[in-house]
Nanobody, 117 residues
Framework: QVQLVESGGGLVQPGGSLRLSCVAS????????MGWYRQAPGKERELVAV?????????NYADSVRGRFTISRDNAKNTVYLQMNSLKPEDTAAYYC?????????WGQGTQVTVSS
C-alpha cells in the first residue's frame, strides 16, 4: 500500500520559514520523481517544485517560489523536503506531496501552511 505522509505545516508570520517533509512507503522511492504542489481556497492545484530521481540532479520550481523555496530528497529515509524561506501571505495553501514514476502517480493528504501576521 502506497502512503505519502506530509508534515511540517503550520502558522508562520510573513518573512518566516518552514520546512515540509513527506515520508513515502510502499514505493521504490529512489525511482520516483517527487514533487510538491499546493492548492489555495478557490484555486486550482499548482506545481511548486519537483525533483528528479534517484539523484535529484534536476530540480524545477514555479516562478513564484524560485529563490525562496528549495526541494531536496533523502533516499535513505524515503523522504522529500521543501524548505520555504521568506514566506508571503500568498504562499498560504494546502501543500501536497506527489510521487511519479512512469504512469504511476500518488498523492499525500496534504499539510496546511498559513502565512499571516
Amino acid at each position: 500500500q502506497v502512503q505519502l505522509v506530509e508534515s511540517g505545516g503550520g502558522l508562520v508570520q510573513p518573512g518566516g520559514s518552514l520546512r515540509l517533509s513527506c515520508v513515502a512507503s510502499g514505493i521504490r522511492f529512489s525511482l520516483h520523481a517527487m514533487g510538491w504542489y499546493r492548492q489555495a481556497p478557490g484555486k486550482e492545484r499548482e506545481l511548486v517544485a519537483v525533483i528528479s530521481g534517484p539523484s535529484g540532479t534536476n530540480r524545477n520550481y514555479a516562478d513564484s517560489v524560485r529563490g525562496r523555496f528549495t526541494i531536496s530528497r533523502d533516499n535513505a529515509k524515503n523522504t522529500v523536503y521543501l524548505q520555504m524561506n521568506s514566506l508571503k501571505p500568498e504562499d498560504t495553501a494546502a501543500y501536497y506531496c506527489n510521487a511519479k514514476f512512469l504512469a504511476s502517480i500518488n498523492w499525500g493528504q496534504g499539510t496546511q501552511v498559513t502565512v499571516s501576521s
